[in-house]
């Protein structure tokens, strides 16, 4: 079964909170023109081993980028469908899969878990008023009368199974679909 609303947030990142607690996530405030979300980004599986696969590329080079630079600003839903910008970590040749590490989310000294890999990135999309956000996973909202249990924006409203939906286990099942992967990418313009 796929992701109900599956697709990509194009914003501006305001503000963050660090993943921490039984189900850390690295939560991101980000804004379109008009509209408040929240990222969810998945620090840590809920399912032994804990430590999620990451790969960091600073110059990543792929037809997609052209594709996303051109989006208008805020949720655009995808169809799960090569050729029509959705992600898929195995078929959609954005990069080696083998190249990916398990990294845990929360250990002592600098610049050593995920969420101060995340951290780096966020940060300086936040102190450049030129750096877009896009995210791709699951919509949730807009919740009309439910303030955002993070950053306070009313309607509730964001993104999340930021992360490869295939191969699950368990109760995550569900969430199993191809073309639906999460990701995040940053674009910092000169």
Known sequence: MALKQYGVLKGKALNKIVGKGSSPHYEVHVIDDTTDYRIAVNVKSKLAPSELLYLLIDDFRHPILEKLVKLGKGFTQLENAPDKM?????????????????????????????NEKIDAYVQRAIGDERASVYAFGERWGPEAKIKDQYFGFLPGNGIHNIHMNQGNVGQYVEEEGVWQDGRYFFIFRA
């Open 86 to 114: 959705a992600l898929d970590f195995i078929r959609g040749n954005l990069f080696d899969p083998g190249q990916m590490r398990p990294l845990p989310h929360n250990i002592p000294g600098t610049d050593n878990d995920l």
